[in-house]
């Protein structure tokens, strides 16, 4: 059991088990999944292109997969987390799953990797804590002919053997143009505070890209962002000072973390009814404010789908089996008028799932 995964975090995951029916992503019906291919691989201004991901019944022995998360902090790496095990599972691989602590630890998350490939691993997938800080372990790990996939967060290295990620640029903006449609140009300003996470971090750029993009022409007004590490007590201190400094705000945006923060600040203030909160990403918790009104609206990514296609892509490296190097899920904006009708099981692990570092 990983010591920094809060007992706030389970208590909201039971909480969400309670109010929904969940189902579990079974080896049976995960898949086909409706997926974006980038073509070409890789590249920034690539092509989308619609296709249906269907992985490999079975991996032809036991491949040793090492994995690398940023951290388990929050309720999104679980979902990550649960699609990289249950894959592991239904594909018959091994996984050792190794996370840093945080977004500052980048000499950590390298020297982990430096580990799981000494001890014998034979492919290796990363949730990057930096864009272009772990370019040069990539870059040897290619040299040895170990495959390395990139999950989730985005590495800016040309040696990566396969993406399973979507654009956070395209998060950002979704979030960005959500408040743009609500407030056009010529309507009332709107004054927002934005949390786009740890500076430096890949997906966190693009996000905030993406939300700047959006906005422009409309009459929303972005305070100049925060930027802070993904744990709850760095984002409630940022949401805190930003309140206190803007009396006048309308709404709070940015990482998960930030919205479920924001949730249990603005009833203490008693500026729930005032200020509104948007993710740029899905966890339990957003959905939750989402279902119960408190959260206004985030696109979702389907975590659990991206780590089960990481996976997969890391077996077909291994056993040179065709796949598509850059993948990933189709993003959508959950908000009060659909959420009764999203796949759950595509999108959020399951209340039972605790997190889990190894498939033997």
């Given amino acids: 059991m990983n010591r920094t995964f809060t007992r706030r975090i389970l208590t909201a995951s039971i909480a969400i088990g309670a109010s929904l029916v969940w189902q579990s992503v079974s080896a049976a019906n995960w898949f086909p999944y409706k997926a974006e291919a980038t073509e070409p691989a890789f590249a920034a201004d690539g092509k989308k292109v619609m296709m249906d991901y269907t992985p490999l019944t079975k991996a032809s022995k036991k491949w040793d997969i090492c ?103 395209t998060m950002g903006q979704s979030t960005g143009e959500y408040l743009a449609k609500k407030h056009p140009a010529g309507s009332p300003a709107v004054k927002v505070g934005w949390f786009p996470g740890p500076a430096g971090a890949g997906w966190v750029e693009a996000a905030h890209k993406g939300f700047m993009d959006a906005i422009k022409g409309s009459a929303v007004v972005v305070l100049d962002p925060k930027y802070g590490d993904t744990g709850k007590e760095a984002q409630s201190k940022l949401v805190e000072d930003v309140l206190q400094a803007n009396p006048d705000l309308s709404y709070v945006a940015g990482t998960a973390v930030t919205a479920e923060a924001a949730v249990g600040i603005l009833r203490s203030r008693k500026l729930d009814k005032k200020v509104q909160l948007l993710s740029f990403y899905m966890t339990p918790g957003v959905y939750q404010g989402i279902e119960s009104g408190r959260i206004l609206a985030a696109p979702a990514d389907s975590m659990v789908i991206q780590g089960r296609v990481a996976i997969d892509q890391a077996v077909r490296l291994l056993e040179g089996k065709e796949l598509t190097r850059h993948v990933g899920p189709k993003i959508f904006v959950v908000d009060p008028s659909n959420y009764k009708t999203v796949r759950f099981d595509d999108i959020l692990p399951p209340a039972s799932f605790k997190p889990t570092f190894q498939v033997k």
């Fill in 67 to 169: 994995v690398s998360f940023p951290h388990m902090k929050d309720a999104y790496w679980l979902g990550v987390n649960y699609g990289v095990v249950e894959e592991s599972k239904r594909l018959g691989v091994k996984l050792n799953l190794v996370d840093a602590g945080g977004y500052t630890n980048l000499s950590k998350q390298i020297s982990q990797i430096e580990d799981c490939v000494a001890r014998g691993a034979n492919a290796v997938v990363i949730g990057a804590i930096s864009g272009d800080g772990l370019n040069n372990l990539v870059k040897s790990l290619a040299a040895k002919k170990i495959p390395v996939v990139d999950l989730v967060n985005g590495i800016s290295s040309p040696d990566v053997s396969a993406k399973s990620l979507v654009s956070f640029y």
